[in-house]
């Protein structure tokens, strides 16, 4: 069909005039989804849950802060102070359940004020959404890779915060948590949180067996695969998870073994994988250790010249073809798939991308640990939401097991869903005294709300 000039342009030339003024508009029409998500999922309960042991005589109990923040996360805000900027949205107070939004004043006062009662019930609420999904669709197979990520702050007086590696922000104090995550879904299952002048592996073992019995006993009876670089190498954690059950791999640090070392540099045979790696098996493990493990030597070929000063090669092997690595393992599999397998462990920095870049993870609100340790967890209860809104509203599309452990589905990331359906207008009517949401006609977007709504909704009307 064929359309004139004059049927699509037109001539503009006046400015509209602006005024405000009180009206029952949402800029989230998204937040329904939320809503009913939290009411199918009984997260209002476990909020009120999460705090009822405290002493609440405010008007705005500790349970509607828990859940303001996890909305605000979901929203993509980032300060508190952007609060002000959404205060009066209609369908976020029905949300909360409120008539008026705090101030920031009273989050910052109130969020100190939690315990660590309140944040044992948030990892708890945590683990138990991602568990259900875990059992529910991956009862086969489930891989948690374990690794830390820096968050800093430019205040010198944060309680809990320490002077430690920080490639970015250098001389900044900062926290640095240990976070398990889950690679078929793309959640984050727990969180330890530590100072930032600690080693990775700090109390990485108590929280790993943690980890462990939580699946277990959310009735998680499949196989359990761990994935942990160099800095969690040693022969406690290796022993915990063979004592456990559990299949692993783990980067070996292997350059500041001498023995090691230079039977690597001196070996000549090496099994072809494709033209980039190349692999051998070694039968080692450091002098002071019990027993051995399978150790696959990997080299890669460098493909650009390396830049820079030639080093000698007295801590660390240097050969201007080749990048080496070690992996030990209990898997019985090929080294081609342990490789690919390994490696997949790298997808868990786009996860602590998403939570910084778009959930605010990096943040820290308050003057004291335990606020800002609530902040955290409530970004990542907002993250796993958005995964388990877009996992509840369509099948898995890839298999469980395939050779990276890729996540089940093809995830957007929570910036393109705010554009694309959270983040629209929408005017709130009570017609026959039924709240009824309007917003646009446009039909890609009734489409994608229409099916991100219907699991949630099919059950609230059953």
């Given at each position: 069909m064929r359309v004139s000039r004059e049927s699509i342009q037109s001539a503009t030339h006046a400015i509209p005039k602006i005024q405000f003024e009180d009206?029952?508009?949402?800029?989230?029409?998204?937040?329904?989804?939320?809503?009913?998500?939290?009411?199918?999922?009984?997260?209002?309960?476990r909020f009120y849950e999460c705090t009822r042991h405290l002493r609440d005589s405010s008007a705005y109990s500790a349970g509607k802060i828990l859940m303001l923040l996890v909305a605000h996360s979901f929203l993509g805000w980032r300060r508190l102070r952007d609060l002000d900027y959404y205060r009066d949205d209609p369908l976020l107070l029905r949300l909360i359940g409120v008539r008026s939004l705090p101030n920031v004043s009273t989050i910052s006062r109130r969020l100190p004020q939690m315990d660590e009662r309140v944040v044992d019930h948030q990892r708890r609420l945590v683990r138990d959404l991602v568990a259900r999904r875990i059992v529910e669709h991956t009862p086969s197979r489930v891989t948690l890779d374990f690794d830390g990520s820096v968050v800093t702050t430019s205040s010198r007086r944060t309680e809990g915060t320490a002077l430690g590696y920080n490639n970015k922000k250098k001389g900044q104090r900062s926290y640095y948590p240990l976070l398990a995550t889950v690679a078929q879904t793309g959640q984050v299952f727990d969180i330890l949180h530590r100072a930032g002048n600690v080693h990775d592996s700090n109390g990485a073992i108590d929280f790993v067996r943690e980890c462990i019995g939580n699946l277990r006993e959310s009735g998680f009876r499949g196989v359990?695969?761990?994935?942990?670089?160099?800095?969690?190498?040693?022969?406690?954690?290796?022993?915990?998870?063979?004592?456990?059950?559990?299949?692993?791999?783990?980067?070996?640090?292997?350059?500041?073994?001498?023995?090691?070392?230079?039977?690597?540099?001196?070996r000549k045979k090496w099994h072809h994988i494709d033209d980039e790696w190349s692999y051998f098996e070694l039968d080692w493990a450091p002098k002071s250790w019990d027993r051995r493990l399978r150790c696959v030597v990997y080299r890669r070929r460098v493909r650009v010249p390396r830049k820079g000063p030639i080093q000698l090669d007295l801590f660390e092997p240097i050969d201007r073809r080749y990048d080496f690595k070690v992996v030990m393992t209990n898997k019985v599999v090929s080294a081609a798939t342990l490789l690919a397998f390994h490696n997949g462990r790298g997808a868990q920095e786009a996860i602590f991308a998403q939570l910084k870049s778009q959930g605010s993870f990096d943040y820290i609100p308050t003057r004291r640990e335990i606020g800002n340790r609530v902040h955290a967890?409530?970004?990542?209860?907002?993250?796993?939401?958005?995964?388990e809104m877009q996992m509840a509203a369509s099948p898995p599309e890839r298999p469980t097991a395939t050779p990276t452990r890729a996540s089940l589905w093809a995830f957007k990331c929570m910036r393109t869903i705010r554009m694309a359906v959270i983040q629209r207008a929408g005017r709130l009517t009570r017609p026959k005294g039924i709240w009824t949401l309007t917003m646009a006609g446009n039909e890609r977007l009734q489409d994608d709300f229409t099916r991100l709504l219907a699991p949630w909704g099919r059950r609230n009307a059953a």
């Open positions: 009206q029952e508009m949402t800029s989230f029409s998204g937040l329904t989804i939320l809503f009913a998500m939290l009411q199918q999922l009984g997260l209002r309960r359990l695969e761990m994935r942990m670089d160099g800095a969690h190498f040693s022969e406690a954690a290796m022993g915990q998870l063979c004592r456990c059950g559990v299949e692993f791999s783990v980067s070996v640090p292997f350059a500041r073994f001498a023995d090691a070392k230079a039977r690597v540099l001196a967890l409530s970004c990542i209860l907002a993250h796993n939401l958005g995964r």
